[in-house]
């Protein structure tokens, strides 16, 4: 097309209410050809960018339009505003090349090779969009290989939310990340800030140690200054120690080297083992659909009980016992790194412990009320069955309270709450029990003080209903995720204060389950919304909320293995040998 011949419709942009508007889309289309040509022709051109060497005229209009960088340059009272050629410091001259080139098209080419620089380029200069399509497409890419360069890229630039799924990407796969190339790059001070990190899930500390070696012995010459500093972040005292007989004996230029003797002496000072890879999640109960054939999504009860590490693996899957099959509603806790399991289903009153260290299922004295939409919490050793409903009446939410006697081997019933409840969220933390929501009380925050053997309602209210929210106690604090909850809450019991925190939901949590680990919140399956709400299935995806960043990630993790709702997702420890 000639560069001046006008395209060959009618655009109309009338504003009687009689004739409505009429607009090509194919304008925007011609009209950024316009500029090109412009461009390439040194048409109107009034300003030269350079950038390491790279020359790139360009029309002031033009990236004033595209970018509040540039306009704030060119209005008066900058230098800038009267020079020809203008010298862009700081910024790669490809990247810088590929903006104007976005500019003047609204089309950039994204790949792993140009991200960095196009990223630091498009925040400096303000160019949102390409900002956002960095991001997103670091995101997407993140990876063993990729993680470290992420998160340090995100920290430089204050993208919390990319830096924050980054580190929890790199600490949760520093098994496969100490294997790569850009582990072997990294700078002491970066390297020292990961392996330190108590999120790290590192299965056994040798392989920390080990990893440590591997970074050093690729550039043992200038890193061995550094190596008493790292060395000290290993936790000698945890090291099978034939191993460390294995690598002082079998090379003493290395061991000199690496004065791991010295560093072993001083051991004691890391008595304490890294605890959070030291955990196995059980998924048991709830509800998954029937497969894809299913065309009416219907539910039916889980039949399996399974056992994942960290990242989501499966250790273990295997029938629940039959007086287990039927445990919908039911409530579980975890007391001494046994899981209690209560009521719901065809056995409200029945009430069953699993042994972890056994693997095995035994029945414990039954409840003295029936009870389903319920819950349970373990406080000071003991596991306290609290509120529900009445599975023949509905209407009738209950307000007793029981507690396992483990001298007596039965259940004891103690006050009872203020209000009775169904479907709440509940936590211990700071010695009491806490009860947020559920349906009559949606709103309420209700305490027991075991010390006081007393109920009572917090004059704080919920600013929103709290239906089926999951209430996970950390560092004296109580996040409160899922159910009916629009985003993260945060009541710290001391100061009966709530805060609204800014994460939301990237999956839908209603009827989800939720656990602690290190300084992250799991947030597991739940009901997805299909056909405009009218229809619900449940899905398989794993939410992170990170509370140190209070950003929610999602999908550096593996699903689980089956899609659950009102399940019951928990942590028990697991020591490895």
Known sequence: MDATARPSFLSWN???????????????????????????????????????????????????????????????????????????????????????????????????????????????????????????????????????RTWALADKLSYTCLSAKARSYALKKFEDVCETEEFLQLPVDFLKMYITDEGLHARKEERVLEAIIHWAIHNLEERQRHLEEMLACVRFSSVNQSLLKNIIESDQVLSDALGIKEQIKKGSRHARPRQIHQEEIILVGGCTDHGPANADFKTEANLFMYRLNLRFDVIDCKPVPRFLKHMESSAVCVVNSDIFLTGGGEYPTQAFRYNSSLNYWTKLASLWEERVCHGMVALNGQAYAVGGMDPVDYDRKLSSVEVYREKTKSWKKVKPLKVGVRNFGIAACCNKIYIFGGELASTTIQCYDPSQKEWTVKSMQLPEPALCVRACPVNSKIYLVGGSFTCVHRYDPQLDCL???????????????????????????????????????????????????????MGFLKDLPIPLCSHHAVTLSKHYS
């Open 14 to 148: 009338w504003t009687s209410p009689k004739m409505p508007g009429v607009q090509d889309d194919s304008y925007a289309a011609w009209f950024f050809q316009q500029l090109q040509d412009f461009r390439s022709e040194g048409h109107l051109v009034d300003v030269t960018l350079c950038a390491e060497g790279t020359e790139i005229p360009c029309h002031r209009l033009v990236l004033s339009a595209c970018t509040d960088y540039f306009r704030a340059m060119f209005r008066g009272g900058h230098p800038e505003s009267r020079k020809d050629k203008i010298e862009m410091l700081g910024v790669n001259g490809e990247a810088l090349e590929s903006l104007v080139t976005y500019a003047y098209t609204s089309n950039i080419n994204i790949t792993m090779d140009n991200v960095q620089s196009l990223f630091e380029a498009a925040n400096m200069l303000q160019v949102k969009p390409v900002e956002e399509g960095c991001e997103k497409f670091l995101k997407d890419k993140l990876s063993p290989e990729t993680c470290l």
């Open 499 to 553: 805060e609204k925190m800014t994460a939301e939901p990237l999956k839908s949590w209603d009827h989800c389950s939720a656990f602690v680990c290190g300084s992250e919140i799991y947030i597991t399956g739940g009901l997805s919304k299909l056909f405009h709400h009218y229809l619900t299935t449940p899905h398989a995806r794993v939410q992170c909320y990170d509370m140190n960043s209070d950003t929610m990630t």
